[in-house]
T-cell receptor, first 113, second 112 residues
Framework: EAQVTQNPRYLITVTGKKLTVTCSQN?????MSWYRQDPGLGLRQIYY???????DKGDVPEGYKVSRKEKRNFPLILESPSPNQTSLYFC????????????FGEGSRLTVL | AQSVTQPDIHITVSEGASLELRCNYS??????LFWYVQSPGQGLQLLLK??????LVQGIKGFEAEFKRSQSSFNLRKPSVHWSDAAEYFC??????????FGAGTRLTVKP
């Protein structure tokens, strides 16, 4: 089954404790991206990657890091989480030739205390 | 700056009634346009897309959308809403350089 898998789905952590949210897709998509969803703001792009070893900042990259060492994986790293990073995070992927036709993961709800 | 606007935060319709969700975009050139649906606790699912050509596009679940260049709009419609359509709907646009923006979403409530 074609899917984008995120882990963990739910996480409560404390300020400053490094965490990683993993994202994996099994569709051989070149393009992968991370979004955060906050009430009234819709989805805002954090980082995206057009292919292996190619990453770029989205609209709200501050406080986040990503890496793309393999085509299928695109982890999101919060080196020192802060309460304003409490949010619902989505990973998405697509073929580069199908810009905008994104497949989304089920989301990771992160709470930073 | 490029943006997508959904003017209605929340809409309530009765089951069986028609539905129209509004979307306006502000891009230098006409972007590719999309509607996504998010059911509670789920990720987003693509409903339909517009790249070019026929300005009325059909999607899944009985939805359609009409592109109007003169109004920079891409409104989503459904002739008869079902209770299972209750969800949040997002309009999105992407430019040729892959700058993708989402609207803030419209939450749809369906009354029995």
């Amino acid at each position: 089954e074609a899917q984008v898998t995120q882990n963990p789905r739910y996480l409560i952590t404390v300020t400053g404790k490094k965490l990683t949210v993993t994202c994996s897709q099994n569709m051989n998509h070149e393009y992968m991206s991370w979004y955060r969803q906050d009430p009234g703001l819709g989805l805002r792009q954090i980082y995206y990657s057009m292919n292996v070893e190619v990453t770029d900042k989205g609209d709200v990259p501050e406080g986040y890091k990503v890496s793309r060492k393999e085509k299928r994986n695109f982890p999101l790293i919060l080196e020192s989480p802060s309460p304003n990073q409490t949010s619902l995070y989505f990973c998405a992927s697509s073929y580069v030739t199908d810009a905008g036709e994104l497949f989304f993961g089920e989301g990771s709800r992160l709470t930073v205390l | 700056a490029q943006s997508v606007t959904q003017p209605d935060i929340h809409i309530t319709v009765s089951e069986g009634a028609s539905l129209e969700l509004r979307c306006n975009y502000s891009y230098g050139a006409t972007p590719y346009l999309f509607w996504y649906v998010q059911s509670p606790g789920q990720g987003l699912q693509l409903l339909l897309k517009y790249f070019s050509g026929d300005t009325l596009v059909q999607g899944i679940k009985g939805f359609e959308a009409e592109f109007k260049r003169s109004q920079s709009s891409f409104n989503l419609r459904k002739p008869s809403v079902h209770w299972s359509d209750a969800a949040e709907y997002f309009c999105a646009a992407v430019s040729i350089n892959n700058d993708m923006r989402f609207g803030a979403g419209t939450r749809l409530t369906v009354k029995p």
